[in-house]
């Protein structure tokens, strides 16, 4: 991974998780830190390139589950990473089905780190390639004269003559 390709957010994870953050730095990932979510709201309304959001299960003023509705309001194509030090596989479901790409356990190995951020920014990129042409394809579709609209277009008017 290079600095240009990824770029990502990490809440609260400095203090309780600074071996993965100097891992993802490590690796090219640039990494923009927020104390808390009040900061990371303000980052992700300025940074519209964030294609990962790492957060912990708790923060001071909030939630892994608050962050989350924030990145589907202020990003949506971002990924979010939920990082915990002790989980269970309700946590793992909880943290699935609420929409998060995946729930990373520490202590992890560094591959192990490196292939979920890998995976989240594929379905970013994925997600965001999906964005761009959906505007693309339903004005194509507006614009593109059908058989039935074309007849109706020839039919419809007066007769130069």
């Given at each position: 991974m290079t600095s240009?390709?990824?770029?990502?957010?990490?809440i609260g994870l400095q203090a309780c998780s600074p071996g993965l953050v100097e891992d993802l730095k490590t690796?090219?990932?640039?990494?923009?830190?927020?104390?808390?979510?009040?900061?990371?709201?303000?980052i992700l309304e300025a940074e519209s390139t964030?294609?990962?959001?790492l957060t912990p299960t708790a923060l001071p003023d909030g939630s892994w589950a608050d962050v989350l509705r924030d990145v589907a309001k202020q990003r949506p194509a971002a990924q979010v990473v939920v990082v915990a030090r002790l989980a269970d596989s309700q946590l793992w479901l909880d943290v699935l089905d609420a929409g998060a790409y995946d729930l990373l356990v520490e202590p992890c190995g560094k591959e192990e780190a490196l292939r979920i951020v890998q995976?989240?920014?594929?379905?970013?990129?994925?997600q965001d390639?999906?964005?761009?042409?959906?505007p693309?394809?339903?004005?194509?579709?507006?614009?593109?004269?059908?058989?039935?609209?074309?007849?109706?277009?020839?039919?419809?008017?007066?007769?130069?003559?």
């Open positions: 240009s390709e990824v770029k990502a957010l990490a690796a090219g990932v640039v990494v923009l830190a927020a104390v808390d979510r009040r900061e990371a709201q303000a964030i294609q990962l959001v995976g989240a920014v594929m379905r970013n990129r994925l390639g999906a964005r761009e042409t959906e693309e394809r339903k004005h194509s579709e507006r614009a593109a004269p059908t058989a039935s609209n074309a007849a109706a277009a020839g039919s419809g008017g007066g007769s130069a003559g």
